[in-house]
Nanobody, 122 residues
Framework: QVELVESGGGLVQAGGSLRLSCVASARTFTEYAMGWFRQAPGKEREFVATISWSGLRTYYADSVKGRFTISRDNAKNTVYLQMNSLKLEDTAVYYC???????????????WGQGTQVTVSA
């Protein structure tokens, strides 16, 4: 298990930008693929983006492709989610997640952060 702490959420107007950060406690951060997921009120948690241990490979949900960018800094044990052109429907609690294994298999992430709220207003 690895401890994950997200930050960077907040209130933003539609069309604006936010950058989320997630710091991992893992001694060997590069053993982990990382991901961002979100859960809107009354909905199930859904996949947003994942990134391989090297940072060279990424995978996005269709709903955020072209607007969001996932990246990581292995020297800082940190993964980021840059969110641009935010829409009302992006409002959700955003969770950072980690797993050993294949980054594009999104169903078996086992370590989760506490979440950070992102609210997009009209």
């Amino acid at each position: 298990q690895v401890e994950l702490v997200e930050s960077g959420g907040g209130l933003v107007q539609a069309g604006g930008s936010l950058r989320l950060s997630c710091v991992a406690s893992a001694r060997t951060f590069t053993e982990y693929a990382m991901g961002w997921f979100r859960q809107a009120p009354g909905k199930e948690r859904e996949f947003v983006a994942t990134i391989s241990w090297s940072g060279l490979r990424t995978y996005y949900a269709d709903s955020v492709k072209g607007r969001f960018t996932i990246s990581r800094d292995n020297a800082k044990n940190t993964v980021y989610l840059q969110m641009n052109s935010l829409k009302l429907e992006d409002t959700a609690v955003y969770y950072c997640a980690a797993k050993r294994g294949t980054y594009y298999l999104v169903s078996d992430f086992g370590s989760w952060g506490q979440g950070t709220q992102v609210t997009v207003s009209a």
